[in-house]
């Protein structure tokens, strides 16, 4: 299968910690990378490879993932968290095509 | 700093073609792919294609096979992505994207493409 799913919507209340999670058959060969959307700004890069933060991403951002199940934990949920989250890893065909998940909006109460 | 600096938005009629532009700076351009991201508003995250800068190779998603074309010149470390016969549904805001072997990293500013009568 060559696609990545995700929850719509997830919410978490302020300082508490959340996971979004990502599934699909690519991810028990490739990891995820996941990405931060804010509204009107271009995506930016959280978490790459089996748990590695970009630099100026906070530490509060962690990956992990499970046989066909990637997982972003944000641990204490920040008002400037509020945002869509995407998963992306390589399609596991061979043939060098990325996927995307749909997105998951989190909202920070 | 890696910036990746796109063209302008732009506006086309139904059936036309519109060729983005995405300049990179602050690194070896030959050295990471480059990937093309479309948004539609509302919508999430599409992935178009990539291509090497060095040797100019190409791999489209099944979708836009036939209507896009990625290329580089490389002596202005610009990447291009063209795309042709375009319907409304095409209205997007398209995004280069640097990447390498695991991971996309660095974004484009994204462009407004509008199609519309």
């Known amino acids: 299968s060559s696609e990545l799913t995700q929850d719509p919507a997830v919410s978490v209340a302020l300082g508490q910690t959340v996971r979004i999670t990502c599934q699909g058959d690519s991810l028990r060969s490739y990891y995820a990378s996941w990405y931060q959307q804010k509204p009107g700004q271009a995506p930016v890069l959280v978490i790459y490879?089996?748990?590695n933060r970009p630099s100026g991403i906070p530490d509060r951002f962690s990956g992990s993932s499970s046989g066909n199940t990637a997982s972003l934990t944000i641990t204490g949920a920040q008002a400037e968290d509020e945002a869509d989250y995407y998963c992306n890893s390589r399609d596991s065909s061979g043939n060098h095509l990325e996927l995307f998940g749909g997105g998951t909006k989190l909202t920070v109460l | 700093q890696v910036q990746l600096v796109q063209s302008g938005a732009e506006v086309k009629k139904p059936g036309a073609s519109v060729k983005v532009s995405c300049k990179a700076s602050?690194?070896?351009?030959?050295?990471?792919?480059i990937n093309w991201v479309r948004q539609a508003t509302g919508q999430g995250l599409e992935w178009m294609g990539w291509?090497?800068?060095?040797?100019?190779?190409?791999g489209y998603a099944q979708k836009f096979q036939g209507r896009v074309t990625m290329t580089r010149n490389t002596s202005i470390s610009t990447a291009y992505m063209e795309l042709s016969s375009l319907r409304s549904e095409d209205t997007a805001v398209y995004y280069c994207?640097?990447?390498?072997?695991?991971?996309?990293?660095?974004w484009g500013q994204g462009t407004l493409v509008t199609v519309s009568s």
């Open positions: 994207a640097r990447g390498d072997s695991s991971e996309i990293d660095y």
């Open positions: 602050g690194y070896t351009f030959t050295s990471y792919d």
């Open positions: 490879g089996k748990n």
């Open positions: 291509m090497n800068p060095n040797s100019g190779n190409t």
